[in-house]
């Protein structure tokens, strides 16, 4: 069981572990480069300061329901409060193919559409993502576009998948 909260400024040493994991920096596109403690906290400071009334971006912080312990996190980034769209990213450390991260990305579809009143949230992966592919299919997001040859993995040229879903 896992619960939605706040990042705390104690997660920097998991943050800056997470964010140097080459293996995900791949799938999640993420920072190509290594990461040092600076750019850790930077990431982390931005992300625990206030919000204000209609930000562009929240993260919510996955934690294990009994030791607090952080194991990923759900966000809606892009947020455009005049046309009601923004777009999903999610990431686990740990726990991967049990379930966690469908049932994370339905609390936050929740928390999109009924707090933030959106009406469409997307979400673009790789293509060769194939568990984010299926987690985000199997919550009825549907394809709608793609971007060919977009992304350059280090390796091969990859292709992007614009999913969709509607509140
Ligand atoms: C993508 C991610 C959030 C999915 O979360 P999760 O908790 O593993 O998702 P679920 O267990 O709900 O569903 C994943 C499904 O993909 C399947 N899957 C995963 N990898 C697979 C593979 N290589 N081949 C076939 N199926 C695969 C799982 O078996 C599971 O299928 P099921 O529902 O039939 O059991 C998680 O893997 C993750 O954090 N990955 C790294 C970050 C990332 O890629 N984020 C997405 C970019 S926005």
């Known amino acids: 069981m896992y619960k939605l909260g706040p990042f705390k400024s104690s997660d920097l040493r998991t943050i800056f572990a997470w964010q140097n994991t080459v293996g995900d920096k791949r799938t999640t596109m993420g920072f190509r480069f290594p990461v040092s403690d600076e750019t ?3 990431w ?3 992300r625990i300061k206030p919000l204000g009334k209609n930000p562009t971006e929240i993260y919510w912080a ?3 329901e009994l030791t607090d312990d952080l194991i990923g996190y759900v966000t809606l980034f ?3 409060y005049i046309n009601k769209n923004a777009e999903i990213g999610i990431y686990l450390n740990a726990n991967r193919n049990t379930g ?5 990305i339905r609390d ?3 928390l999109g559409y009924k707090d933030l009143n959106l009406k469409k949230i997307q979400a673009v992966v790789l293509e060769n993502n194939i568990g ?5 299919t199997k919550n009825q997001f549907k394809q709608e576009g793609l971007f060919k040859n977009h992304y350059w993995d280090g390796e091969n040229w990859q292709s992007l998948l614009i999913l ?3 509140a």
């Open 108 to 110: 936050c579809l929740v």
């Open 100 to 104: 966690v991260g469908s049932n994370a």
């Open 78 to 80: 892009k947020i455009d």
């Open 132 to 136: 984010a592919v299926k987690v985000f």
């Open 62 to 64: 996955l934690r294990e």
């Open 40 to 42: 850790a906290s930077l």
């Open 164 to 166: 969709a879903h509607f």
């Open 44 to 46: 982390l400071q931005k």
